[in-house]
């Protein structure tokens, strides 16, 4: 959790509106079921035995752009996940930045 608020204040700190972090799928469902997000960062491992699968799956429901940030690898990914962009860990709080203004940008331009 101590990553998440982290990462929270990065990209609070870019001039984003944070809706988390939210440590479970069940809660990050909650926040969904409450506000629609216009970009979310989501981490594969939850716990054991625990993914942000069915999340990334509602998120790619509802056309929200999402990025992956794990320590898990591509071929978990494909395998396992929704596609989305995946950026290993450790990674450069400008790179998150960065990817999510992407994410954000590519979603403006298809509608």
Do not use: C, Q, W
């Given at each position: 959790?101590?990553?998440?608020?982290?990462?929270?204040?990065?990209?609070?700190?870019?001039?984003?509106?944070?809706?988390?972090?939210?440590?479970?799928?069940?809660?990050?469902?909650?926040?969904?079921?409450?506000?629609?997000?216009h970009?979310a960062?989501?981490?594969?491992?939850l716990?054991?035995?625990?993914?942000?699968?069915?999340?990334?799956?509602?998120?790619?429901?509802?056309?929200?752009?999402?990025?992956?940030?794990?320590?898990?690898?591509?071929?978990?990914?494909?395998?396992?996940?929704?596609?989305?962009?995946?950026?290993?860990?450790?990674?450069?709080?400008?790179?998150?930045?960065?990817?999510?203004?992407?994410?954000?940008?590519?979603?403006?331009?298809?509608?």
């Amino acid at each position: 959790m101590f990553i998440a608020l982290e990462l929270s204040m990065i990209v609070e700190d870019a001039g984003f509106e944070p809706v988390g972090p939210a440590g479970d799928p069940e809660a990050a469902l909650a926040i969904l079921a409450s506000d629609t997000p216009h970009a979310a960062i989501l981490d594969i491992n939850l716990g054991p035995g625990v993914t942000s699968a069915p999340v990334a799956e509602a998120l790619a429901a509802r056309g929200v752009p999402f990025i992956y940030l794990s320590g898990y690898n591509a071929s978990f990914v494909s395998d396992n996940m929704p596609a989305a962009p995946l950026m290993p860990k450790p990674v450069d709080p400008a790179a998150i930045v960065s990817t999510v203004r992407s994410a954000l940008l590519a979603t403006a331009s298809d509608a």
